[in-house]
T-cell receptor, first 115, second 117 residues
Framework: GAGVSQSPRYKVTKRGQDVALRCDPISGHVSLYWYRQALGQGPEFLTYFNYEAQQDKSGLPNDRFSAERPEGSISTLTIQRTEQRDSAMYRC?????????????FGSGTRLTVV | AQSVTQLDSQVPVFEEAPVELRCNYSSSVSVYLFWYVQYPNQGLQLLLKYLSGSTLVKGINGFEAEFNKSQTSFHLRKPSVHISDTAEYFCAVSGAGGGSTLGRLYFGRGTQLTVWP
């Protein structure tokens, strides 16, 4: 596609429910990143894929968070047993290759609200 | 690891006035530096980046930034702002070395620039 597409744009869920957030990167982009942005804060790194391989998941806050990119294209970030502190904007970015010199393109994000 | 401090959370300015948004970083290794802009209900858009070479970097929409290694700063400037520049601006840093963290960005908390008529 022309840009990075994230869905849904908004998600409201009850505490304890599982949610799945989707990211469709720019076609052909090798690298895919997930970031989380709390209100009044800058984005914080969660995890990164190179093709289908999860290269770095050190930013995932706990084992309720997981991500996959099975065919090296679309990625899903899953949060199990959601808690109110998980409420944030979740942003996805893709890049033609590793390294910032290639430039990232960010999606518009998914606003998650846990009530 | 790297970190970024954006010294001003909000910067109000009148149209056609100059503006400077301040950014300082901390890192034990060489770095790449970035400024991103976020308009309401949109994704982050890259304004400019410093990778190497000339310390004065020019970006889109008339913005520029200067890398100052001795002061570990990367301040963003524009000589004359427009109302359409109203947005949130994020400074970010990435380690320039290789390894699994290559490409991982560390962002500041953001500066809200509001341009008044």
């Amino acid at each position: 596609g022309a840009g990075v597409s994230q869905s849904p744009r908004y998600k409201v869920t009850k505490r304890g429910q599982d949610v799945a957030l989707r990211c469709d990167p720019i076609s052909g982009h090798v690298s895919l990143y997930w970031y989380r942005q709390a209100l009044g804060q800058g984005p914080e790194f969660l995890t990164y894929f190179n093709y289908e391989a999860q290269q770095d998941k050190s930013g995932l806050p706990n084992d309720r968070f997981s991500a996959e990119r099975p065919e090296g294209s679309i990625s899903t970030l899953t949060i199990q047993r959601t808690e109110q502190r998980d409420s944030a904007m979740y942003r996805c970015a893709s890049s033609p290759d590793r390294g910032p010199n290639y430039g990232y393109t960010f999606g518009s994000g998914t606003r998650l609200t846990v009530v | 690891a790297q970190s970024v401090t954006q010294l001003d959370s909000q910067v109000p300015v009148f149209e056609e006035a100059p503006v400077e948004l301040r950014c300082n970083y901390s890192s034990s290794v060489s770095v790449y530096l970035f400024w991103y802009v976020q308009y309401p209900n949109q994704g982050l858009q890259l304004l400019l980046k410093y990778l190497s070479g000339s310390t004065l970097v020019k970006g889109i929409n008339g913005f520029e930034a200067e890398f100052n290694k001795s002061q570990t700063s990367f301040h963003l400037r524009k000589p004359s702002v427009h109302i359409s520049d109203t947005a949130e601006y994020f400074c970010a840093v990435s380690g320039a070395g290789g390894g699994s963290t290559l490409g991982r960005l560390y962002f500041g908390r953001g500066t809200q620039l509001t341009v008044w008529p």
